[in-house]
């Protein structure tokens, strides 16, 4: 027999110590790592890692052989220990294809198209994806879902969420209370408690395997990008990724840029997600593409939808209206009038002459000041008179003087000043829809309103006059801006997330529109200005809009009416926006394609030039024009089409050339017991006996009908949530609540939110939650180093007939288990001769073990069975050695497929190289040193990718047994 291979599921002997091998790896200097777990009874579930040449050399290492495993007893009644032995190498043994075997079973209820980018990442050699689907879709759920899957195929033990600071505890509930995924909050006071938990000189990345982080974090933190550049994760995912985009605008994105270009190599599996991933810029998508993959462009300037057609998903809600029908109800939208007062008319007809040569002759079209003030004044006076008096300040600090702009706004500054709240017309209107329109009064906790203005002062007056004029109570009104530090936003959020708070209205500026979840209790939300920019609108209407909404949005815009012309066209553009905006949600899909710059800053540019102008109606037009060709069946064809919706047609047949619809394949793995439930119940009963062997008493009750559980957890147990994050674990001496039922944990969710508690007081009982990871664990360990029970049956085999049940691995150079097989190797009776090898499944299935009682006779093991022990790991490894042939020959193909399409972008990226130094004019010293850095670049890049498919794609050269159990039959 050739020596063991080294594989996630072996054993091995190391430092006087038995270790269960949990997955491989290599150095940074190449040397091969393996991470471990404790089996020995002094190092159970401890953690470690081994340099396996070093271990060698000092003759410490040793892979057990399945030859020399101890055949053994099972006292425990019906088997119970080894089919609990069985299950636990079953659920830890690594599914190799690319069907959806837990994701899909998370507590939430999954729409088909939110299984789409799990099962499109599967399919990769490495997962490195944009999810890019539309406001309100999911994408953190459908990250969760990617995240689980490579979780249980042993690709997830670290994991890095980077995000912006208003989603840290969004998403990291989320991904607790839904996927059992323990993300560390490395907020400010998160980073706090970490550096006096550890020593000064330890990578809080390395103390951490889970954590989550604001991206602003990183980036402003210079420790931080330390610890970075020194850690890996299995898995890396960029939330809102379109802020660390490169692009032309401001040192600050700059400076995010580089941070997520430094992350992208720290990971092999890397997630963008986003909504908006594109600014119209070619350059600025493909840097997210070449942090996905740096061979897939040549020219960042120049490519096509064939280049990185697998890099991204993107989709609108009119591509999944059918998914969405039962689950999201159409919104109701409505415009609410505000005639203006008296003195906000005496405003808007000075307005209308009002000249700002000084000002003005400085600035670009769709800049101009009094545009500025015009948009100040369609949110609030008070935000106008803010705007004025401070361009008065700057005015009285410059070199330079300005009379008649100080003139002009000294003129309308005592104007603005003496609007007051029953002057501010739309104020007075706020008052009348809330009250009359909605008859709200702000008694049910769990109907709130949220308030989106894009202007600080509008809010401060709002946040410090509603809740006297509402008649509602302290703290009933509170604000939400981008000036808080990331704690106090968390708080303000988890507070209108919370039935028991004060907190009713919500006034929010723009730091709100991007990924929040403010649907819980809130179904209701009023522009008091509109944005001028169709992306943010978008956004905005997305935060109550979404998939898990329960009620119909209702949304209102607060549009000012004058009589005087001091506005000019500012009416036109507000009605312009909510129509498009409109369209864009029923047919077309992304409303930046309407102005197609794609960016807010600049939409707000285009339409402040058109406003300035007079040339709205012209706009208009323009807008149609561009999204004539989204209106149409798309080509398929153009990259744009796909981002930002169906695209134009040149009316060619496309059905060849269409790309076809995402299979999702979905399995179930093999389990010994009928339901996730009769499996932990049995083994909980096991823990029991264990530990009242000990003189201790597992504090355990079950509703088998509900299929509830509260458990105080064990010691060991204890153990794995004290190194969750302290707002995940429940608090000491409390019962762990955990049920089966989706249900149930939405229950629970809403009852937290009625109880000011931010955790839930029920969790999610599924394949992933730590409970059930510790009783796998627990189970591995059943019986002694290196040893396999043995079950007397009394039928169900015939009359001497032995099984032999092994677990087969064969992993990849990467180390990643490829193949996995469970192998039954039959005997006739006593002698030597194997009668059949056949999958365990088969002979599972036909004796219904778990499922079916078998009385435990306490026998004596057969002296055969030992000698028939050798014949058996022979016939297992020709079998699994024919299951290696068959993943080569099916892999050779795809393998040359990926050679030869590295070497054809290899030539391109070279001949793109050549071509950009051919019209470069300086020295040809300079030119041909700045060539050989880059040429040297692109070789590395190739050459890592290249190595890396070859690993992925090859296998080690001999599987790795180990005899689980023994089943046979007296003759």
């Known amino acids: 027999m050739p020596e063991a291979v080294l594989a996630p599921g072996a054993r091995i002997e190391c430092r006087s110590a038995e270790w269960l091998v949990r997955s491989l790896g290599r150095s940074s200097d190449g040397q091969q790592v393996v991470d471990v777990v404790g089996v020995s009874p002094f190092l159970r579930e401890k953690e470690a890692r081994f340099l396996v040449e070093v271990e060698k050399a000092a003759g410490s290492f040793k892979v057990l052989q399945p030859e020399d495993t101890a055949l053994v007893s099972d006292p425990s009644p019906r088997y119970r220990d080894s089919l609990l032995f069985l299950e636990a190498h079953l659920r830890r043994s690594v599914p190799t294809d690319n069907a959806l075997v837990v994701g899909h079973r998370a507590a939430m209820d999954a729409l088909p198209y939110q299984l789409e980018p799990a099962a499109k990442a599967l399919a990769m050699p490495r997962q490195r994806l944009l999810i890019a689907d539309a406001v309100g879709l999911g994408k953190t759920l459908e990250c969760g879902i990617l995240c689980s899957e490579l979780i249980r195929r042993g690709r997830g033990k670290r994991l890095l969420v980077v995000t912006t600071k208003s989603m840290l505890v969004q998403f990291q509930k989320e991904f607790w209370t839904r996927f059992s995924i323990p993300l560390v909050r490395l907020d400010s006071v998160g980073i706090q408690r970490i550096r006096e938990q550890i020593p000064t000189n330890q990578n809080p ?130 415009d609410v009038e505000c005639p203006a007062s008296e003195r906000e008319e005496w405003v808007f007809a000075l307005l209308k002459d009002l000249k700002l040569p000084d000002s003005d002759a400085k600035a670009k079209a769709g800049q101009l000041f009094k545009t500025t003030l015009a948009k100040s004044l369609l949110s609030s006076p008070m935000a106008a008179l803010e705007t004025v ?46 009250h009359a329109d909605w008859g709200w009064n702000g008694k049910d906790p769990r109907d709130r309103i949220v308030l989106f203005t894009g202007r600080r002062e509008t809010q401060r007056f709002l946040v410090e006059h509603l809740a006297a004029d509402l008649g509602l109570p302290a703290g009933a009104v509170v604000g939400l801006d981008g000036a808080m530090p990331d704690v106090e936003q968390t708080r303000v959020v988890e507070q209108f997330a919370q039935e028991k708070e004060a907190v009713r209205i919500l006034v929010a500026t723009e730091v709100a529109s991007e990924g929040l979840n403010l649907h819980y209790l809130s179904h209701r939300l009023v522009h008091v200005d509109i944005p001028w920019s169709l992306m943010t609108l978008q956004q905005r209407n997305g935060r109550i809009d979404r998939y898990g909404q329960a009620q119909q949005p209702q949304i209102r815009y607060l549009l000012s009416c004058s009589r005087s012309e001091g506005m000019g066209d500012a009416e036109k553009v507000l009605r312009l926006l909510k129509r498009k905006d409109e369209q864009a949600q029923q047919n077309i899909g992304d409303p930046a394609v309407f102005l197609g710059v794609y960016d807010a800053v600049g939409e707000e540019e285009e339409i402040s030039k058109a406003f300035e102008s007079g040339t709205v109606e012209a706009l208009e037009q323009r807008m149609d024009a561009n999204a004539q060709p989204y209106l149409e069946q798309g080509s398929g064809d153009n990259l744009f089409e796909e981002l930002f919706g169906s695209g134009p047609s040149d009316g060619a047949d496309i059905t060849a050339d269409a790309t076809p619809p995402l299979e999702v394949q979905q399995g179930q793995p093999f389990s010994l017991f009928p339901s996730l439930w009769t499996y932990v119940d049995t083994a909980l009963e096991a823990v029991g006996e264990q530990m009242e062997r000990r003189a201790e008493k597992l504090d355990l009750r079950a509703d088998h009908e509900q299929q509830r559980l509260e458990i105080t957890p064990p010691s060991d147990l204890q153990r794995r949530y004290d190194r969750y994050p302290r707002e995940l674990q429940p608090p000491r001496g409390q019962r762990l609540v955990l049920s089966t039922e989706v249900a149930a944990l939405q229950r629970a969710l809403e009852q937290s939110r009625r109880q000011d508690s931010s955790r839930p007081e029920l969790e999610y009982l599924w394949d992933l939650h730590p409970l059930v990871d510790w009783l796998a664990d627990r189970g591995q360990i059943t019986f002694q180093r290196h040893c396999a029970p043995v079950l007397r049956l009394s039928d169900g085999l015939e009359a001497g007939e032995v099984v032999m049940v092994f677990q087969g691995t064969i992993p990849n150079q990467k180390g990643v288990p490829v193949v996995q097989e469970w192998v039954a190797v039959r005997f006739a009776g006593t002698g030597l001769n194997v009668e059949a090898v056949e999958p365990f499944e088969a002979v599972a299935e036909r004796l219904q073990l778990g499922r079916k009682p078998y009385a435990n006779p306490n026998a004596a093991i057969p002296e055969h069975l030992r000698k028939q022990l050798p014949y058996a790991v022979r016939k297992a490894n020709d079998y699994l050695m024919s299951c290696a042939d068959r993943w080569t020959a099916r892999m050779q193909p795809e393998l040359q497929a990926q050679r030869e399409r590295l070497k054809r972008l290899r030539g391109r990226q070279v001949e793109q190289l050549q071509l950009s130094f051919a019209a470069d004019q300086r020295p040809q010293q300079i030119k041909e040193k700045r060539r050989l850095a880059q040429q040297k670049a692109i070789d590395v890049r190739f050459d890592d990718h290249e190595r890396f498919v070859n690993e992925v794609m090859t296998i080690e050269p001999a599987p790795y047994l180990k005899v689980v159990a023994v089943l046979h039959r007296e003759a």
């Open 205 to 334: 990345f390395h103390y951490y395997d889970k954590a989550i982080v604001s991206v602003d974090t990183l980036k402003n933190d210079r420790d931080y990008r330390y610890y970075l550049d020194n850690a890996n994760w299995d898995i890396i995912v960029i939330d809102e990724c379109q802020n660390v985009a490169e692009r032309a605008r401001g040192a600050q994105k700059s400076q995010r840029a580089r941070l997520a270009e430094r992350l992208a190599t720290r990971s092999e599996t890397l997630l963008l997600l986003s909504a908006t991933p594109h600014d119209g810029k070619p350059e600025s998508f493909a840097s997210l593409m070449n942090m996905l993959d740096p061979t897939a462009i040549a020219d960042p300037s120049k490519y096509t939808k064939d280049d990185i057609k697998d890099l991204y998903l993107r989709r609108f809600r009119k591509d999944v209206i059918a998914d969405l029908r039962n689950s999201v109800k159409e919104r109701d939208t409505a």
């Open 389 to 434: 008096r401070n361009r008065l300040k700057r005015l009285a600090a410059a070199t330079t003087p300005a009379p008649a702009d100080q003139a002009a706004l000294q003129e309308l500054e005592p104007l603005l000043a003496a609007i007051g709240p029953v002057e501010f017309s739309k104020y007075q209107c706020l008052l009348q829809l809330i």
